[in-house]
């Protein structure tokens, strides 16, 4: 039973009955294994929790897509926000649309098209940003009546296509292990697209790997935190990277803020373990479980 458990350790944060369809196991023989480690106070079980957001979220998606396809927003209509809007009060309502329509968010849409809009209205959400966020780039936008030229809008996207290609080369070296290569694409497309979350955390992962560049990838794993703070990634690499340079204090504070956002992630909460020198007995009745649930007492 012990070897059945440390596989369901491989499947966080997801359903029993995907879990089942991953195993080779019959479901009776699944079943029986499950519930003998509950009896054993091993795991717990919790309800899924469903966010019932997430159609509505969806329904404006679908909506404020085909208004922008259709060209009949300005940055500042897709905003909700006049034309006198602060800077402070763009910058609420653009992270209020990353937690809302990014989408990541609703990557279980039950049609992949919404996937493919999702993505395209969050690209014009951060070009958006990018303007108005931008004294003199939205004073141009401005005295252009709400327009930027097609000759800005084709350089700018040439940008973000490349920027998207160097990620992709950049993903598949890094999983090569050849950091520096990989780090000198990243330097590139964070140059060309610096709204990111994922290309600054991949740089800063690169970077943690190189000795000389240890110190510089604080930054950059900082700046994805900036970006987008509910993403729990960054965070990890933080304290990965704190804990490489034997400063558990900091490694910790990282380590607990993963767990603060998502109490299932396996690899925080087993690095948390490792420094507090939490003992395997005890181990068993600290940690989450994979069904999500709070351990017995």
């Not at 003199?136 to 936008?141: A, H, P, S, T, V």
């Not at 000759?151 to 520096?180: C, G, P, V």
């Not at 990838?217 to 970006?227: E, G, H, P, R, V």
């Not at 504070?253 to 087993?270: E, T």
Request: hydrophobic share 40%; proline share 3%; net charge positive.
């Amino acid at each position: 039973e012990i070897n059945f458990y440390k596989e369901l350790s491989h499947f966080p944060n997801i359903s029993c009955e995907q879990i089942l369809s991953r195993m080779k196991l019959t479901e009776e023989a699944f079943w029986k294994r499950v519930i003998l480690l509950f009896l054993l106070n091993i795991l717990d079980f919790s309800d899924v929790v469903v966010d019932k957001d997430r159609d509505k979220n969806i329904e404006e998606i679908i909506r404020l897509y085909e208004l922008v396809k259709a060209g009949k927003l300005d940055y500042y209509e897709l905003f909700g926000l006049k034309n006198n809007a602060s800077s402070n009060e763009i910058k609420a309502v653009y992270f209020e649309y990353a937690k809302k329509y990014h989408p990541d968010r609703i990557s279980s849409a039950p049609d992949p098209e919404i996937k493919d809009k999702a993505n395209f209205l969050f690209a014009e959400i951060n070009r958006a940003y990018e303007v108005l966020s931008n004294q003199e780039k939205r004073n141009d936008y401005d005295s252009r009546g709400y327009k930027e030229s097609s000759n800005s809008d084709t350089i700018h996207e040439n940008m973000l296509e490349r920027a998207r290609l160097l990620y992709r080369k950049a993903k598949a070296l890094y999983a090569q292990k050849q950091f520096w290569e990989a780090a000198t694409l990243m330097d590139e497309a964070v140059s060309l697209d610096p709204r990111k979350s994922a290309y600054f955390l991949l740089l800063g992962m690169c970077q943690m790997n190189l000795p000389k560049l240890k110190r510089v990838s604080t930054d950059n794993l900082q700046k994805a935190i900036d970006l987008e703070p509910w993403n729990v990634e960054p965070y990890a690499a933080m304290g990965i990277l704190f804990m490489s340079e034997n400063q558990n204090k900091r490694a910790e504070g990282f380590f607990r803020k993963v767990l603060s956002l998502n109490p299932d992630h396996a690899l925080a909460r087993k690095k948390l373990e490792e420094i507090l020198g939490t003992s395997t007995g005890d181990r068993k009745k600290s940690v989450f479980n994979i069904f999500g649930g709070k351990p017995k007492k």
